[in-house]
């Protein structure tokens, strides 16, 4: 019995070699008599892009101007990088940012959304303000403000600092970003774990001007071909872009009568998955900043954690210590994105102060925004960019050996990395069958460019 089924076996396995065998000599003449003109690669290319072996994964291969790929960030993020700095956003240091919330748009003194919205915390220049109200005003939190939001609560930026006490601290300049960070007068501390960044309410005209004026004015769809360098800004910003709307996409407000907040998958397909390049700015965007982070692990593994706390300090700084020196990360992903290739040309300094100029631009747009939470979450992860730019490329022309960052900078970095990790996550969990559900519907109008 047991010898015959062996006998079987054999007779079958060699039943199996044999069609192998004649398989392969079949693919041989048919690539040795396929018509001269017609390339071998392409023949190859197709069995390469069959879909079968990539499990019909949608995103695969490298991330465009990249070094890592597609499901290599995804596994990274959902063991390493998503659960860590999940953590480390909610400690006192990082959870505390500074910022100008005043609204003084450089761009449109006339129709500028801050004066159409009648509101008390913009309309008033400055200068007018008494200083003591200025400092109050960080601390209470008027009924006026509310009615400054188009009367949308969920606009407001909750100012409450927490009772544990913290350190101010001093900033100086980024000369990527617009505000000028010394200017302590202007700025209010804001805890960011009170003022998540979701659904605001701030759509129509008045937001789509400011992403029209980012866009059409400031970074504008290169034609395809372009260099890296012509890319990258427009990469960068339709990836927190995509980020943006995942968040408002994964924490909306459903119902207003009972306040009842959930995720909004159409929105998440019709402003982001529709779109597959804006899925791949957000994997580049990224990485380009985890890049900007390991880089900086020498600064900011000996930064001074300090607000006066001090056991959370030091589990701030142990946290961040694992995030640096994660050794899963090191090995699947080593360098996310290689900066040194970049600004080589003849031209190459010109582009990099061009790339500088447009995107001062661009965080001066930040104080455009008429909703005060936007501008809280887009100043801050404009400054997170600016941060990563800074890190990564050289600033008016210097070497940026032995460059330090501001604490500020440091925090708007961490919880730049924290959102767009939070938003790669938010894609990979859903975006397949958010796909399937909606992909059907609509297919025609997928050509309309942002
Ligand atoms: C592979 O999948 C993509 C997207 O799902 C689709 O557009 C493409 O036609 C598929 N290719 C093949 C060879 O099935
Ligand atoms: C800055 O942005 C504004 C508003 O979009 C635009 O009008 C202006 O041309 C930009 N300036 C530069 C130098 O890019
Ligand atoms: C989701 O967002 C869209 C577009 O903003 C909106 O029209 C729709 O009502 C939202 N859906 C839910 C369930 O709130």
Sequence with gaps: MVKSETKKKIRLNSWRTWIIIGALIVLLFAILFVPRNFHHTTLFNRIRNCNCSQQGLKYYGIVEDC??????????????????????????????????????????????????RDCSVCECPENEFPKTFRESSSHSHSSDDIVCQEGKPEATVDRTIDTKAFRGW????????????TDTD????????????????????????????????NCPKYPSGECQEKRILYKLISGLHSSISIHIAADYLIDEKTNTWGQNLSLLY???????????????????????????????EQADYDTGNPLEDMNT???????????????????????????????????MQQTQRQFRNISALMDCVGCEKCRLWGKLQVLGLGTALKILFSVNGQEHSGQTLQRNEVIALINLLHRLSESVKFVHDMGPSVERIFGKQISASDQISR
Excluded at 170 to 176: H, L, Q, T
Excluded at 292 to 299: E, F, G, L, N, Q
Aim: include cysteine; glycine fraction near 4%.
């Design 270 to 300: 019709d402003r982001v998955l529709k779109y597959p390049d804006r899925v791949r700015n957000l994997y580049f965007t990224f990485l380009f900043v985890l890049r900007s982070v390991t880089k900086a692990t020498d600064y900011l």
């Design 186 to 217: 202007e700025m209010t501390y804001v805890n960011l774990q009170l003022n998540p960044e979701r659904y605001t309410g701030y759509t129509g005209p008045s937001a789509r001007r400011i992403w029209d004026a980012i866009y059409t004015e």
């Design 67 to 116: 070094c890592c790929d597609y499901e290599t960030v995804d596994r990274i993020n959902e063991d390493v990088l998503y659960p860590l700095l999940h953590e480390i956003v909610k400690y006192p240091f990082l959870r505390y940012f500074k910022v100008k919330l005043w609204c003084d748009c450089p761009f449109w003194p006339d129709d500028g959304m801050c004066r159409l």
């Design 317 to 351: 700084k142990l946290m961040m210590k694992k995030l640096l020196h994660d050794s899963k990360l090191q090995d699947a992903c080593p360098k996310p994105f290689d900066e040194a290739k970049l600004w080589k040309g003849q031209s190459g300094p010109e582009l």
């Design 170 to 181: 001093i900033v100086e300049d980024n000369p990527w970003t617009n505000d000028d960070e």
